[in-house]
């Protein structure tokens, strides 16, 4: 009991729920990492990208969840503005490894050697899916916020994105 009231007296709701945003993309990374380590032990194949990026989109998924999900702290500044950063920070990471790529490439085409498709197989299946899907994670959180704020000001209600919620809305009860 006393662990109990140690925990809720220390930790708010917004930073229970960035936590979980965090462990939403951790696994996203998880499941790109783990689609490049089969790829390079059993090939690539399409059906493999195609399950790499549904499972990049569900961990996705349960990073929005995490962030935007009725209850205490939902639809939080400091929720969404972690969701937003962790979500760029992989789709930055993704383009600034690719667009280094190609020199590293064009190099060692230049000198020569030839590259196994073993090599560029995980590179094509991992990196596009966990990308992607994180494209997708960002459209669908700006849709989501910003629908329900369109909805909170058309019907009057207040902007009051840190009062815990009881269904939808700003986080006033406006759905």
Not at 42 to 70: E, K, N
Request: overall charge negative; charged content about 15%; aromatic content about 8%.
């Amino acid at each position: 009991m006393m662990v109990r009231n140690w925990l809720d007296e220390s930790i708010s709701a917004t930073e229970v729920r960035k936590i979980w945003v965090w462990v939403g993309h951790v696994a996203g990374w998880l499941c790109a990492l783990s689609a490049c380590v089969y790829s390079v032990l059993y090939g690539s194949t399409f059906a493999g990208f195609v399950i790499t990026l549904a499972a990049c989109t569900v961990c996705q998924m349960f990073a929005v969840a995490a962030a935007l999900w009725p209850g205490d702290g939902a639809r939080s500044k400091g929720a969404l503005d972690c969701h937003i950063r962790a979500a760029l920070s992989g789709i930055l990471f993704h383009y600034f490894a690719m667009v280094a790529a190609f020199p590293v490439l064009l190099v060692v085409l230049v000198t020569g050697h030839d590259i196994d498709k073993e090599v560029l197989g995980p590179i094509a299946m991992g990196v596009p899916a966990h990308m992607a899907a994180s494209i997708m994670n960002l459209i669908a959180v700006g849709l989501c916020v910003g629908r329900s704020e369109r909805r909170a000001r058309r019907d009057g209600m207040p902007d009051c994105p840190d009062w815990s919620d009881s269904g939808g809305g700003c986080g006033c009860g406006a759905d």
